[in-house]
């Protein structure tokens, strides 16, 4: 492991210094997702281009002033511009009076245009502004929304966790009831995608976790984003590995002025509603929570360090309690789960010189949680909880160089360490002892199950690009060297230690609990205990090479042409180019009708733990051994568990496998791949086919109307898929079924071992011996996705800072595989196609999200935001193996004579209304404000389920509770809830 790891990081800093090189040899004008750049063309009255007049542009906030000299065509370009802060430009030309524009304030990632009309002295000049922010976009037709650090401090957010903010667009849906929910962060889905698909970028980097995509890797405090825009289409060829949204943050710079903040926020649980299908005497598990209360303090300040650095540092510290009612007689009553997180942020700019820029930023993202997933409740004791930790740090440095006042380069190096990125501790760690009481509930204490997953990830990246006349070209690479593994996997895996199930206990609750009776060996019903290797590493390399022109075929039409490849080391892909196609056309010239669309590829990565079942229910992985009083593997004494071995003289059980593709050499050796049905050859990442065209109207009053058609074609999605199926089942009624020794009988691996021992295998009891594996999985990439949709988004920026945004989208997301969804599996392992496709488990057709901020007299804010949407899918399944293929199909209901589709349920709409009210008061004789807030987190109280019980049963009625809403927080989005807040600032 260790030889790997020298070799990784020899890799990464000869990949850097590839970069460095390229620096150095390359005349370059950059923009990186973290800046702006803008274009000046300066003309005299009659509309001529002026050659070698001066433009200054200066930034009071950050300092910075830039002089250039106009070219041949009359055009200036600054680039690598910050977005802090508002601009001043001048443009003078002898003979002519100046134009100045004051007030300018810029997008990361966009070029804006500015056509500046010179006139005679005495006159003013005309200036026409496209591209800044809040204004009409013409340089690339990506859609999303841009939100600014006002607009982000305004909004109640849950938990103020910034990653619920691309729900303010109506094309972002959220993905609670497909798992996850420890992480305390939203995941949601775009476009058809799955929700490991968004991809986070942070200051021009990289924030993504290679491990397993769950969220960003390191979380920004609230109070630190100065921007976050959310592309729910990433034409340029800059963005890859994704084929869902791009979240790109840019984080807060200091200013020449101290100016600092206090926060602290509670959400106290006597204010909150409950949440709806339990209460505390009935409540299934430990996520069906009865109260949930949050503190929250942050602060931040800034200012300079001498008269070229400035800093800002934040920092953020959460406590939050969640009860969960224990209903088993043993010990009934309230386990709370201990959430307790801190972020911490510093950021230092320093400008070596008006042509030499660097940054360092450092983010830290540490929680645990005592209940993570609701572990304990219902009738889990505490004696078997654990907790969880995450642990991440991302270290940034980012350079810009100004080599002449048109051509620069910008490089991004960063370094992210997760240790861990999962870790599950038991609270009693050793042997598990689980006895049944005959008065109700189950005691067990103990677990062995525990996991420990770390990864190391080295990134750089660096964009380097030329303004040639109308063309401005961008050639970019970069490189994610990712080592991640560890012990176990996620939740953790193995029962090292062993587990005794004892006979139920009918004696008193003491006597059932004491060491007299789980002492005793005779009282032991069976032992249990998990051998073979649970640790796992991955090298993995996810690296690209982009080209991007963004051409001004005229003064109304942009092209934007570009080509992307990448490569992930961890899958057998190496044809993966991404071209991408666009254009903006500019009705009128005048930036109030822009005409966009465009067509690209994009890959998506696959999560490096995935390794994870490779290697632990590989053929040399981890399997459990159960043993019966008087067979072999029954401890002699309780005391004599865990077993130093596997005993000597039994048979190993029955394994199902979980094989890697591509590995035909190395499985060989343990069972001839060729019987298989159709082992994949090689691992590809999927790819999706995306295009869209809409268009963007300046309407009166500062509103502004976007309506685009986005559709798309995903392939080579991945499926778990058992190789050694059995023959197919065909059902045309209620209730048919086949034992599981009858359908292995036709497994093609089973035919053959029969034949090669001349035995024959009878279907219906087992033979000793038999063959070892029965259900053979591995990752096939035969599931493929259709999505089309309207999205419609209106905009107001008020004079007074006030603001509007109203987001709708329609959709129809179909697939014949979920991506990024536990327990896919089929009906049926042989018929994955058209069987197999019906909606996406995420196909929520109409949702409206309205949000805005009301500046009301007397300093009074007003605002909030309010969802209405679609009830989502779910599957309906019979709740048994029909097919007798355990662990490898999931059975569908027969209804009319045929297998009905997947995810045909319907949950009930969804509907959620949050506003809030904040009251200034400034204090008097200083720069100082005080502000008093109060928010409703879904102020009606509506029942909004995501999740629904879909076991329809094995008879011709459905059986009782189906159709329902499924109660707990992983099925259920949040009943209201109260928060207070107040805010100090200078």
Wanted: aromatic letters at 10%; charged letters at 15%.
């Amino acid at each position: 492991m260790a030889t790997a790891h020298i070799n990784l990081l020899y890799m990464f800093r000869a990949f850097c210094g590839l970069l460095l090189c390229l620096s150095l040899a390359a005349a370059a004008a950059a923009q990186t997702p973290d800046t702006a750049t803008l274009r000046v063309h300066v003309l005299d009255p009659d509309g001529r281009a002026i050659a070698h007049a001066l433009v200054t542009l200066s930034n009071p906030q950050s300092a910075l002033t830039r002089h250039t000299l106009t070219g041949p065509g009359g055009t200036a370009t600054f680039g690598s511009l910050p977005i802090a802060g508002s601009y001043t430009l001048t443009a003078n030309s002898q003979g002519f009076a100046p134009a100045h524009i004051h007030a300018l304030q810029l997008e990361a990632g966009v070029t804006a245009q500015i056509y500046a009309r010179l006139s005679l002295p005495g006159s003013s000049a005309r200036v026409v502004v496209t591209g800044e922010a809040g204004a009409l976009r013409t340089d690339e037709p990506q859609m999303g929304e841009v939100l600014t650090a006002r607009q982000i401090r305004n909004l109640p957010l849950f938990n103020s966790r910034i990653t619920y903010l691309p729900l303010l667009n109506a094309a972002n849906r959220p993905a609670i009831n497909q798992g996850d929910i420890f992480m305390n962060q939203d995941l949601f889905t775009t476009n058809g995608a799955g929700r490991r698909q968004t991809w986070f970028e942070v200051d021009g980097a990289n924030a993504n976790d290679s491990w397993g995509r769950q969220t960003i890797f390191s979380d920004i405090p609230l109070n630190a984003v100065s921007e976050m825009t959310v592309l729910e289409n990433s034409f340029s060829a800059e963005y890859g590995a994704s084929a869902g949204s791009v979240v790109n943050i840019v984080t807060k710079s200091g200013t020449n002025q101290f100016h600092g903040s206090a926060f602290g926020m509670w959400r106290p649980s006597s204010t909150e509603a409950k949440l709806s299908g339990f209460n505390s005497t009935n409540a299934a598990s430990g996520n069906d929570l009865t109260n949930d209360t949050l503190g929250q303090a942050a602060a931040s300040l800034s200012g300079p360090l001498g008269h070229r650095t400035q800093f800002f540092v934040s920092g953020e510290y959460s406590s939050e309690n969640k009860a969960s009612p224990v209903t088993s007689p043993i010990a009934p009553g309230n386990f709370i789960g201990k959430y307790r997180g801190g972020l911490a942020y510093l950021r230092i700019d320093h400008e070596f010189s008006a042509k030499h820029r660097v940054f360092l930023r450092e983010s830290d993202d540490l929680f645990y949680d005592t209940n993570p997933t609701g572990i304990v409740g219902g009738n889990t004791l505490p004696s078997v909880a654990r907790t969880f930790r995450r642990r991440t740090y991302t270290t940034e440095i980012g350079d810009t160089y100004i080599l002449s006042p048109t051509l620069l380069n910008d490089l991004r190096a960063q370094f992210q360490l997760a240790s861990p990125i999962t870790e599950f501790d038991p609270a009693v760690y050793g042997t598990e002892y689980s006895v049944p009481i005959s008065t109700g509930g189950t005691f067990t204490s103990g677990t062995s199950q525990q996991a420990l997953l770390m990864n190391h990830q080295y990134s750089a990246d660096d964009v380097l690009s030329a303004d040639w006349g109308r063309h401005q070209v961008r050639f970019g690479a970069s490189l994610v060297a990712a080592h991640t593994g560890g012990d176990s996997k996620e939740f953790g895996g193995p029962i090292y230690d062993g587990e005794f199930v004892y006979n139920t206990c009918t004696q008193s609750l003491s006597y059932c609990e004491s060491p007299a009776y789980l002492g005793n060996i005779a009282n032991v019903q069976t032992y249990t205990q998990s051998y073979g290797n649970a640790n796992y590493t991955v090298n993995d390399f996810l690296w690209a090479l982009f080209a991007q022109d963004d051409y001004q075929a005229s003064n109304n039409l942009t092209l934007n042409l570009g080509l992307r490849y990448e490569q992930q080391t961890f899958t057998d892909a190496r044809n993966d180019f991404a071209p991408r196609i666009g254009f903006d056309y500019d009705l009128g010239g005048r930036g109030q009708t822009v005409v966009r669309g465009g067509f690209g590829i994009y890959y998506s990565q696959i999560v490096d733990n995935s390794q994870a079942n490779y290697a632990l229910t590989g053929p040399t992985g981890v399997f459990n051994y159960t043993a019966a009083p008087g067979q072999i593997g029954f401890p002699t004494s309780v005391a004599a568990a865990p077993l130093p071995a596997f005993p000597a003289g039994a048979q190993v059980p029955l394994l199902s496998l979980y094989i890697r593709p591509g590995r035909a050499a190395y499985y060989n050796q343990f069972f001839p791949v060729s019987t298989l049905k159709g082992y994949p050859g090689v691992l590809l990442n999927p790819y999706t086919e995306q295009w869209t065209l809409g268009l963007q109207r300046a309407l009166p009053g500062h509103w502004t109307l976007s309506l685009d058609y986005v559709g798309s074609h995903t392939l080579h999605n991945v499926r778990p898929l058992d190789l050694d199926s059995p023959a197919p089942f065909i059902r045309t009624a209620q209730g048919q079924s086949r034992s599981a020794q009858a359908a292995n009988c036709t497994r093609p691996y089973w035919v053959y071992w029969y034949n090669e021992h001349g035995m024959t295998c009878s279907p219906t009891h087992a033979s000793n011996p038999e063959p070892p594996y029965s259900v053979i999985q591995s990752d096939v990439n035969d599931g493929y996705a259709n999505y089309n949709a309207l999205d419609i988004n209106l905009n107001h920026h008020f004079a007074n800072g006030s603001w509007l945004l109203a987001s709708y989208a329609w959709s129809h997301a179909l697939d014949n595989v979920d991506p990024d969804i536990p327990s896919q599996n089929p009906n049926d392992p042989n018929f994955t196609g058209t069987a197999e496709y019906g909606n996406a488990i995420f196909d929520q057709r109409n949702r409206f999200v309205l949000s805005g901020v009301y500046d009301a007299p007397f300093r009074i804010q007003l605002g909030g935001i309010a969802t209405l949407a679609s009830g989502l899918p779910y599957n309906i399944v019979t709740g048994t193996t029909n097919s007798g293929d355990n662990r490898a199909t999931t059975d569908r209901p027969v209804i009319d004579g045929h297998v009905i589709g997947r995810n045909t349920g319907r949950g009930e709409a969804i509907y959620d209304v949050s506003p809030f009210v904040e009251r200034d008061f400034p204090i008097p004789g200083t720069r100082a404000h005080l502000a008093l807030r109060a928010e409703a987190l879904n102020a009606t109280n509506h029942a909004n389920f995501v999740g629904y019980s879909g076991t329809y049963g094995n008879g011709n009625a459905p059986g009782q509770g189906f159709g329902q809403p499924l109660p707990g927080v992983s099925n259920q989005l949040p009943a209201r809830e109260l928060q207070f807040s107040s805010r100090f600032t200078f």
